[in-house]
């Protein structure tokens, strides 16, 4: 599993990001979900939107109805689109994937992180 997150930066509050996560995921994978989570400085990471392998979405109470998660199968790609964003939601976003590789133990995967900062 390769994931690459991409489209964070500086905005100023009230304004809108659309994150994007290219995932690489071998044929055999078994995934349980595919999210967005973020890490803000001093705190623990928090989920804050995910799709289930039924196509559910959860979001996180700070973010719902705000913030808007997507995929584009044919692009391997997830969306996270983020309107009326606040400082609080400044934090390093991270695509996340839970599940299991052809039998292995069931495991979380990660991408690199993008930034996104939002100033009052």
């Known amino acids: 599993v390769q994931l690459q997150a991409s489209g964070g930066g500086l905005v100023q509050s009230g304004g809108s990001l659309r994150l994007s996560c290219v995932a690489r995921?071998?044929?055999?994978?078994?995934?349980?979900?595919m999210g967005w989570y973020r890490q803000a400085p001093g705190k623990q990471r928090e989920s804050v939107a995910i799709?289930?392998?039924?196509?559910?979405?959860i979001y996180g109470d700070s973010v719902k109805g705000r913030f808007t998660v997507s995929g584009d199968n044919a692009k391997s790609t997830m969306y996270l689109q983020m309107n009326s964003l606040k400082p609080d939601d400044t934090a390093v976003y991270y695509c996340g994937v839970h599940g299991d590789d052809e039998g292995m133990p069931k495991r979380d995967y990660w991408g690199q992180g993008t930034q996104v900062t939002v100033s009052s």
């Open positions: 995921i071998s044929v055999g994978f078994n995934m349980d979900t």
């Open positions: 799709i289930t392998k039924t196509g559910s979405t």
